[in-house]
């Protein structure tokens, strides 16, 4: 059988070891639900960092790839514009000057298919 004391001490011995064991466990989880908070903040920042970057890298390809597009379309239409000007523009001068040549054979004046054609005395007489 045991003294008094000693149940009494036996007591306090598990007393403290519960007491132990309370704190531990408070411990245990408030250092949980610390390392929790801390490695989702960081997995976030990581993850915000990453999809900024891969966002960025993204939208500047589909930006330039848009830009290039748009600018060739743009090239094209203004191109084929200025294309059909200038032909335009050589086909009536070369029928200006076959109608020169026409009516320079029939002996008209060069003064007056000068003035009727737009071109110059000087283009008339080379004709």
Same mark, same amino acid.
């Given at each position: 059988?045991?003294?008094?004391?000693?149940?009494?001490?036996?007591?306090?011995?598990?007393?403290?070891?519960?007491?132990? /064991?309370?704190? =531990?466990?408070?411990?245990?989880?408030?250092?949980?639900?610390?390392?929790?908070? @801390?490695? !989702?903040?960081?997995? !976030?920042?990581?993850?915000? @960092?990453?999809?900024?970057?891969?966002? =960025? #890298?993204?939208?500047?390809?589909?930006?330039?790839? @848009? *830009? =290039?597009? %748009? *600018? !060739?379309? %743009?090239?094209?239409?203004? &191109?084929?514009?200025?294309?059909?000007?200038?032909?335009?523009? %050589?086909?009536?001068?070369?029928?200006?000057? /076959?109608?020169? /040549? &026409? =009516? #320079?054979?029939?002996?008209?004046?060069?003064?007056?298919?000068?003035?009727?054609?737009?071109?110059?005395?000087?283009?008339?007489?080379?004709?």
């Amino acid at each position: 059988a045991f003294t008094e004391q000693e149940l009494l001490t036996y007591e306090h011995f598990w007393d403290m070891i519960g007491a132990s /064991r309370l704190l =531990m466990v408070g411990a245990e989880r408030r250092g949980l639900e610390k390392g929790m908070a @801390k490695g !989702m903040e960081r997995g !976030m920042e990581r993850g915000m @960092k990453q999809g900024l970057e891969e966002g =960025m #890298k993204q939208g500047m390809e589909q930006g330039l790839e @848009k *830009g =290039m597009k %748009q *600018g !060739m379309e %743009q090239g094209l239409e203004k &191109g084929m514009k200025q294309g059909m000007k200038q032909g335009l523009e %050589q086909g009536q001068q070369e029928e200006r000057r /076959r109608n020169a /040549r &026409g =009516m #320079k054979a029939k002996g008209i004046p060069v003064e007056v298919i000068s003035e009727i054609t737009g071109l110059t005395v000087e283009e008339v007489q080379k004709l």
